[in-house]
C-alpha cells in the first residue's frame, strides 16, 4: 500500500522559513518523480516544484529562489525548505509522487504566513 505523509507545516511569519518533509513508503521510491502542489482557499491546485528519481528539479516561478525541492533515497523522503515566506504562499502543502501512470497523493499540510 502506498503511503506519503506530509509533516513540518505551521504558522510562521512573513520572511521566516519552513521545511516540510513527504515521507513515502509502499513503491520503489528512487523511480518515482515526486512533486510539491498547494492548494489556496478558493484556488486551484498548483505544482511548486518537482524532483525526479535521479535529482532534476523544476520550480513554479512564483517560488525561485525562496525554495528548494530535495531528496533522500535512503530514507524515501522529499523535502520543501521554504525560505522568505509570503502571505501569498499561505495554503495546504501536498506531496505527489508519479511513475508510469501511476499517481499517488499525500494529505497535505497547513502552512500559513501571517504576522
Known amino acids: 500500500q502506498v503511503q506519503l505523509v506530509e509533516s513540518g507545516g505551521g504558522l510562521v511569519q512573513p520572511g521566516g522559513s519552513l521545511k516540510l518533509s513527504c515521507a513515502v513508503s509502499g513503491i520503489i521510491f528512487n523511480l518515482y518523480n515526486v512533486g510539491w502542489y498547494r492548494q489556496a482557499p478558493g484556488k486551484q491546485r498548483q505544482s511548486v516544484a518537482d524532483i525526479t528519481g535521479s535529482g532534476y528539479t523544476t520550480y513554479a516561478e512564483s517560488v525561485k529562489g525562496r525554495f528548494t525541492i530535495s531528496r533522500d533515497n535512503a530514507k524515501n523522503t522529499v523535502y520543501l525548505q521554504m525560505n522568505s515566506l509570503k502571505p501569498e504562499d499561505t495554503a495546504v502543502y501536498y506531496c505527489?509522487?508519479?511513475?508510469?501512470?501511476?499517481?499517488?497523493w499525500g494529505q497535505g499540510t497547513q502552512v500559513t504566513v501571517s504576522s
Open positions: 505527489r509522487a508519479y511513475y508510469s501512470g501511476n499517481v499517488n
